[in-house]
Nanobody
């Protein structure tokens, strides 16, 4: 069983910062690409940032220069440092990872349960 658990969401004032974490646990053989998505009220899900297992990163234009994605492969954990937050960043943030599990031996995508980020004064 593979699980992804996000943490670090909450309420923050405009201009503030938050750091999200996504911890992967279970019978893991290897973790490949990891991503952060978000879904704002009334909007479609948006890909926020991607990081490969080699550390290459890519960002949505809407967060470029404000958000930083990173990962600690030794801890099977991914992070999203979010700075200069604005009301437009309010959303549920989900982590996603392509994982090959020991039990199945197959590569598939796994999702976390989501964490709420609210930017408001």
């Amino acid at each position: 069983q593979v699980q992804l658990v996000e943490s670090g969401g909450g309420l923050v004032q405009p201009g503030g910062s938050l750091r999200l974490s996504c911890a992967v646990s279970g019978s893991i053989f290897s973790i490949y690409d990891m991503r952060w998505y978000r879904r704002a009220p009334g909007k479609q899900r948006e890909l926020v940032a991607t990081i490969t297992n080699g550390g290459s990163t890519n960002y949505a234009d809407s967060v470029k220069g404000r958000f930083t994605i990173s990962r600690d492969n030794a801890k099977n954990t991914m992070y999203l440092q979010m700075d200069s937050l604005g009301p437009e960043d309010t959303a549920v943030y989900y982590c996603y990872a392509d994982i090959k599990a020991f039990i199945t031996g197959s590569l598939r995508g796994y999702w976390g349960q989501g964490t709420q980020v609210t930017v408001s004064s």
